[in-house]
Structure formats: structure tokens, C-alpha cells
């Protein structure tokens, strides 16, 4: 496994120069302060969308709910969650400045659309966002960086066709209900030859949320089985509420 350096280089919270200068700027600054101010409103909203045994209609219920009046971008800021940065950064790291436009990218869970705006800035245009919540969507759609929302809960049965994007990235869609561990072969169909999956999420997920028990070895026997290989696999500080991150990235070998 080849562990990555990548930069991150925009942000309207902070530049860092890299994640490293990031996690040291973080512990000394006041943004620990701000961060706690934030969580216990931001803690009862994911305390909503993440309460064991949620069902796909809650999600997207709790969810819409919290894209209201932009509450859910207010209190997930970028002082706080980190996933939008981290994803688009690591994505940037893969993939030269001059092919960034003519990757078809898949943003699975896009949410309000913050990892659109921050692969936007990194010169990816042609991104597609697909999430289960259409309060969420109608957020991301006023970012203007979609070329095609898709409003649908993604599983293994989704009917999106094989090899339709060159990447798909996801920053935050996975915990409790959320995106299916099963559906990890289906996002590896979806993804093009050479293309490459990206996934960003809170590393406690991995044991603490019943159906990612064997997330890891699922993936690993992708990689066994020579659907993908692992780019990287990294743990990053501060990824959401000072929570430590997990960002995988594998290229599709089929
Ligand atoms: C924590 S938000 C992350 C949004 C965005 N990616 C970000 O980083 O700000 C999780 C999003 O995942 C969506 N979601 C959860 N499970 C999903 C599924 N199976 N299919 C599609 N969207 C899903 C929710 O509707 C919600 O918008």
C-alpha cells in the first residue's frame, strides 16, 4: 500500500500547505474553540441521521430536514467537518491539472454539494451528484457545479450503468443506514477501467456501525480478487468534531 501526501489547497475556512501543517495548526488554533461551540447542535442533527437501526426513509427524512433554511451547511461548517477538503485534496493528489475536466465523476451522498464546490475549484467540471435526499439536492443545485442531479438512495440495485463514470468519490454518505456495504462491487462497476474510487469517512464507522464490520475485508478481497487495487489507505486528524478520518482510494482493474 502507497500511503499519500496530498495538499490541500483550498478552503474557506484556512489554506494549509498540507494535512500535516493542517492537524498542527488546528490543535493551536482557535478553531478547537469554535468547533465546540458548533457541536452540540451539529451532535443532536447527526445524532438524528446516524441512530442505530435507521431506516432508509428516515435518512432521507432527517436529512431534508436538516438542508432547511441552510442549517445542515451552517452547522456542518468547514471549521468543523473536514470531509468536502479532505475528498477533493485527495482526488487532486491522483490526477494531473490538465485531464481534471474531462474526468466524469460520480459525488455519491453530494449532500449540499461542498465536495462539487471543492472539486470545482480544482479544475473538475464535469461532476454528476447523486443523493437520497432531495432537500440536500436542491442545496447542491444552487452551487452550480452539477451537471446532473440524481435523486435516489444508492444500493446494490441502483440502475446506474457499468462504466459510467471515471471516478466516484464520497465524502461523509457512509454510517448507520447510510451507504450499503454490499454496494461496493456496484460502486466498482459503475467506475470505468482505470478509474478510480474515493472513500472519506469517519474511521469509528469501521467498528462501531453493524454493517461495516466487513467493510475492510470486503474491500480487501476486491483487491484479492483483482477487482481493484489499493492507491492508498490513510488516516487523517480531525476529519469531522476533531474525529479522525479514513480516506481509501482504489483504481478499478476489471
Ligand atoms: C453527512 S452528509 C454528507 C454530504 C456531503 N457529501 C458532504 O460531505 O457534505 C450524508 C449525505 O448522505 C446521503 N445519503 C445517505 N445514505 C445514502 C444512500 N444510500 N444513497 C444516497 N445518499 C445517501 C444523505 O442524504 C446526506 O445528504
Redesign the pocket.
Known amino acids: 500500500m502507497v500511503s499519500i501526501g496530498f495538499m490541500v489547497r483550498h478552503g474557506a475556512a484556512r489554506r494549509y500547505r498540507s494535512l500535516q501543517e493542517k492537524d498542527t495548526i488546528m490543535d493551536e488554533s482557535s478553531s478547537a474553540l469554535e468547533c465546540r461551540k458548533e457541536k452540540p447542535i451539529a451532535d443532536e442533527a447527526d445524532f438524528k441521521?446516524h441512530k442505530k437501526g435507521i431506516s432508509?426513509e428516515e435518512?432521507?427524512q432527517a436529512?431534508s430536514e436538516w438542508s432547511k433554511n441552510g442549517n445542515y451547511e451552517a452547522e456542518?461548517n468547514l471549521i468543523c467537518?473536514q470531509?468536502?477538503f479532505i475528498?477533493a485534496a485527495a482526488l487532486a493528489e491522483c490526477i494531473n491539472e490538465v485531464d481534471r475536466s474531462s474526468q466524469y465523476i460520480l459525488?455519491?451522498?453530494?449532500?449540499?454539494g461542498?465536495?462539487g464546490e471543492e472539486l470545482a475549484k480544482y479544475g473538475f467540471t464535469n461532476i454528476d451528484a447523486?443523493?437520497?435526499?432531495d432537500g440536500?439536492l436542491k442545496e447542491a443545485e444552487k452551487k452550480n457545479v452539477y451537471k446532473k442531479l440524481i435523486c435516489?438512495?444508492?444500493?446494490n440495485d441502483t440502475d446506474i450503468p457499468d462504466d459510467s463514470y471515471d471516478v466516484l468519490i464520497?465524502?461523509?454518505?457512509m454510517?448507520e443506514?447510510?451507504?450499503?456495504a454490499n454496494s461496493l462491487k456496484k460502486m466498482r462497476k459503475i467506475v470505468k477501467k482505470g478509474g478510480l474510487v474515493v472513500i472519506v469517512m469517519r474511521k469509528q464507522y469501521l467498528s462501531c456501525v453493524e454493517d461495516y464490520e466487513n467493510l475492510l475485508p470486503m474491500m480487501t478481497k476486491m483487491e484479492e480478487d483483482k477487482e481493484w487495487q489499493t492507491v492508498s489507505q490513510k488516516t487523517v486528524a480531525d476529519y469531522s468534531f476533531n474525529n479522525q478520518g479514513m480516506v481509501f482510494i482504489f483504481r478499478v482493474l476489471h
Request: hydrophobic share 40%; glycine share 16%.
Open positions: 441521521t432508509k435518512i432521507v436529512y456542518m467537518y470531509g468536502p475528498a459525488d455519491l451522498a453530494a449532500g449540499s461542498r465536495l447523486l443523493d437520497a435526499s440536500m435516489e438512495y444508492f444500493d464520497i465524502s461523509g454518505g454510517g443506514g447510510h451507504i450499503p
